[in-house]
């Protein structure tokens, strides 16, 4: 890590408009819920504000429409403590939405109309380059254009910054050459990683075989979670699994979200990566036995017991 210590985060953030219910909805099937409400999500705002709780100087650039939705997550973003000074309203579309069912598991399904989140452009980031020369962590998703997440990649590559992707919603396609090759870090789970590296995951031995592959495309570093199983990682050349606290799922929304802006804060503070492993499965750990997305993320003084 550089002697900077702010963390850059680039994404999407949504409106989160929350469903409970026994069952997924089947094709055709009108399902009666329960416990509906809305709250702040997508990816790159969860991520931002996970660093931001846990104690993180974070700045994040992301594209809201000119609309309540928008205004309110810009109020919650600068109320979180977050520097927003490079992110920017449009009045070409809507701001990103995300429609949410949960079951009693914790599971989740979502689905997502991007609106302004597919605006953010190659240019918006460049427009941010002051943001990338004080960065010592960059920490992007797949919910913007893939244009701009090359961009951003590079722009962290040419200014020292340690690159993290946590490559979600899982590619339908492979990604691009020009995107890994500037990825220091990639945190895949378990289906981004099955898609990632074509490897179908059962045992730990596929785990250590699909980060193998992913580390063919140009990637440094592979992290890949599991859910409640743990973490995967390969640390200097030997496979480490780190064990999930064992807790009470409720809604896993956002746990990977967590996770990830909880190791930047860790990895910031010059942690190693098992250290910051340990700290981003505590801080998921919490976020899971609440609801919502941004709603369930916990603040240090919780993490820190
Ligand atoms: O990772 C969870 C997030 O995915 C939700 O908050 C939703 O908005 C989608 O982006």
Same mark, same amino acid.
């Given at each position: 890590m550089n002697e900077k210590n702010k963390i850059l985060v680039i994404g999407s953030a949504n409106t989160d408009m929350v469903i409970s219910a026994? =069952?997924?909805?089947?094709?055709?099937?009108?399902? /009666?819920?329960?416990?509906?409400?809305?709250? =702040?999500?997508?990816?790159?705002a969860n991520q931002?504000?996970?660093? $931001?709780?846990?104690?993180?100087?974070?700045a994040f650039i992301c594209k809201l429409g000119d609309d309540s939705f928008g205004h309110s997550i810009m109020e919650m973003l600068r109320? &979180?403590?977050?520097?927003?000074?490079?992110?920017?309203v449009s009045d070409q579309a809507s701001s990103g939405v995300a429609l949410i069912c949960t079951i009693p598991s914790? *599971?989740?399904?979502?689905? /997502?109309?991007?609106?302004? @989140?597919? !605006? !953010?452009? #190659?240019?918006?980031?460049m427009a941010a380059e002051p943001l990338f020369a004080e960065a010592a962590v960059m920490l992007m998703q797949l919910e913007t254009p893939i244009d701009t997440v090359i961009k951003a990649a590079e722009l962290g590559k040419k200014h020292g910054a340690c690159v993290i992707l946590n490559p979600a919603p899982a590619p339908t396609g492979p990604l691009p050459e020009a995107l890994l090759r500037n990825v220091d870090l990639l945190i #895949?789970? *378990?289906?981004?990683? &099955?898609? /990632?590296?074509?490897?179908?995951?059962?045992?730990? *031995?596929?785990v250590a075989? $699909?980060?193998?592959?992913?580390? %063919?495309?140009?990637?440094? @570093?592979?992290?890949i979670t599991v859910g409640c199983?743990?973490?995967?990682?390969?640390?200097?050349? %030997?496979?480490?699994?780190? #064990?999930?606290?064992?807790?009470?799922?409720?809604d896993t929304t956002a746990a990977g979200d967590t996770?990830?802006?909880?190791?930047?804060?860790?990895?910031?503070?010059?942690?190693?990566?098992? *250290?910051? /492993?340990l700290f981003a499965n505590k801080a998921s750990s919490i976020s899971v036995t609440r609801r919502g997305a941004q709603m369930s993320m916990p603040y240090l003084n919780e993490v820190n017991v």
């Amino acid at each position: 890590m550089n002697e900077k210590n702010k963390i850059l985060v680039i994404g999407s953030a949504n409106t989160d408009m929350v469903i409970s219910a026994g =069952h997924f909805p089947k094709p055709g099937e009108t399902l /009666i819920g329960y416990d509906f409400m809305t709250n =702040h999500g997508g990816k790159g705002a969860n991520q931002a504000v996970a660093a $931001a709780r846990l104690g993180g100087d974070t700045a994040f650039i992301c594209k809201l429409g000119d609309d309540s939705f928008g205004h309110s997550i810009m109020e919650m973003l600068r109320k &979180e403590g977050i520097d927003v000074s490079y992110s920017s309203v449009s009045d070409q579309a809507s701001s990103g939405v995300a429609l949410i069912c949960t079951i009693p598991s914790g *599971e989740n399904s979502i689905i /997502i109309d991007s609106g302004t @989140n597919g !605006l !953010l452009s #190659p240019d918006d980031v460049m427009a941010a380059e002051p943001l990338f020369a004080e960065a010592a962590v960059m920490l992007m998703q797949l919910e913007t254009p893939i244009d701009t997440v090359i961009k951003a990649a590079e722009l962290g590559k040419k200014h020292g910054a340690c690159v993290i992707l946590n490559p979600a919603p899982a590619p339908t396609g492979p990604l691009p050459e020009a995107l890994l090759r500037n990825v220091d870090l990639l945190i #895949p789970n *378990e289906t981004e990683a &099955e898609s /990632i590296s074509g490897v179908n995951i059962q045992t730990d *031995e596929d785990v250590a075989k $699909a980060m193998d592959e992913i580390q %063919k495309l140009g990637v440094k @570093n592979v992290i890949i979670t599991v859910g409640c199983k743990g973490v995967y990682a390969r640390i200097n050349g %030997k496979l480490v699994k780190v #064990p999930a606290f064992k807790v009470k799922a409720v809604d896993t929304t956002a746990a990977g979200d967590t996770f990830c802006g909880a190791l930047c804060v860790s990895l910031c503070k010059g942690n190693n990566l098992e *250290e910051a /492993i340990l700290f981003a499965n505590k801080a998921s750990s919490i976020s899971v036995t609440r609801r919502g997305a941004q709603m369930s993320m916990p603040y240090l003084n919780e993490v820190n017991v």
